[in-house]
């Protein structure tokens, strides 16, 4: 179960949302279900292959329910409590998005490294995509093990991935194990005590797969970008992967989770319990620091961090880069001064700033003028 949406006390019946359960569709996507309050009479309102979500009226008799996929525009309709269609209300008029070349991303599925396990994803290519050519390939991750990277829906929060295709890649978003704890609890806990490496096994093994199925991708021209901690797990897959990986950008990552907070850490990491010889009970944890593995560095990394930064605290990117220095290491940063954790109104300065260190090397075509001309667009 996802979200209680109400009780009718009349007919003892609840209405929840959960997922998971309708085999053969992702297993991301939420349905809206009934069922009495005795455990009987569970019933899916919502069949079909979509991500759902849903208000329901105070009087429990009627629910507006949306419904929508990364690669199908979303659509609100009013359903009685049975689960019948009443009324059509909107769907997202896409029509000016499809006059400027705009195309829906494509959905994917892998194995997990484990060679068992599916991994859901979502493919962003150029709007003038060419089947015979080759392009870079760009990974944007995050790893849990709370959430994960790929969305359900079709929103405007996919612009940044649509955006960086479009400047020449293939850009993807796929799940790893150790990540949303709605598919298992053996998936959510597979990171535990792991919690810097654990998804980066599956990510480069999904790449290889996609390059094996589609002779469009260029294996040996791979990038990753994320996040938080998708900026730790980025930074971390160049660095244990230095021959694949060759581009990381890596945005307010907490590298050191010993200066990050313990909520995040402690939980999914895990602690060990030590009594000593006189009985006393200490509790110790330990995750790997991207700063241990500073000397592997072979391709280009370009870190990002907000000075103020009040979730990740910047000394998290200034502890690698101390290390890297000390390693002899050529690489980039970048310090957005005056912003947070989500870069704020210089997140579109950050945008091209990454798709030019993406373009640079990987595509070897870049803008090296001071001004940047795609800011100035209205």
Not at 202 to 213: M, S
Not at 358 to 378: A, C, E, H, K, R
Request: glycine share 10%.
């Amino acid at each position: 179960m996802e979200q209680i949406l109400g009780v009718d006390e009349t007919t003892r019946t609840l209405y929840f949302t959960a997922c998971g359960r309708e085999k053969g569709l992702d297993p991301y996507f939420e349905h809206i279900y009934s069922v009495k309050l005795d455990g009987t009479q569970l019933r899916n309102l919502t069949p079909g292959d979509f991500h759902h979500t849903a208000d329901i009226s105070d009087s429990r008799k009627a629910l507006v329910i949306n419904r929508s996929r990364v690669d199908v525009a979303p659509v609100s309709e009013l359903f009685d409590n049975t689960g019948k269609k009443l009324l059509a209300l909107q769907e997202t008029d896409l029509r000016l998005l499809f006059e400027a070349g705009y195309k829906f991303p494509e959905r994917i599925k892998v194995k997990a490294a484990d060679g068992v396990t599916d991994l859901y994803g979502v493919m962003y290519k150029p709007f003038d995509f060419d089947p015979e050519r080759k392009y870079p390939i760009i990974t944007y991750v995050y790893p849990g093990p709370q959430v994960e990277g790929p969305g359900q829906s079709w929103s405007r929060s996919m612009d940044r991935l649509d955006r960086l295709a479009q400047v020449g890649f293939i850009v993807i978003t796929v799940g790893n194990r150790g990540g949303h704890p709605n598919r298992s609890k053996w998936y959510h806990n597979f990171g535990y005590g792991n919690l810097r490496d654990y998804g980066l096994e599956d990510q480069k093994y999904a790449i290889e797969q996609l390059a094996a199925r589609h002779p469009f991708i260029d294996v040996s021209r791979v990038g990753i970008h994320g996040h938080s901690g998708g900026g730790f797990m980025s930074t971390a897959a160049i660095l244990q992967y230095p021959h694949f990986f060759k581009v990381a950008v890596s945005c307010a990552g907490n590298h050191e989770n010993n200066i990050y907070n313990r909520w995040w850490s402690e939980k999914h990491h895990g602690v060990v319990e030590e009594i000593s010889a006189k009985g006393d009970t200490t509790f110790k944890y330990s995750i790997g620091t991207n700063s241990q593995l500073a000397k592997n560095l072979e391709g280009r990394l370009l870190l990002i961090h907000g000075d103020i930064d009040n979730n990740v605290h910047p000394g998290n990117t200034l502890r690698v880069a101390n290390a890297l220095i000390r390693a002899n290491k050529r690489f980039d940063m970048l310090i957005l001064p005056g912003q947070r954790h989500g870069f704020g109104d210089m997140t579109e300065y950050f945008f091209w700033r990454m798709a030019d260190y993406f373009s640079q090397y990987l595509l070897g075509d870049y803008q090296n003028t001071v001004d940047i001309p795609q800011m100035y667009n209205d």
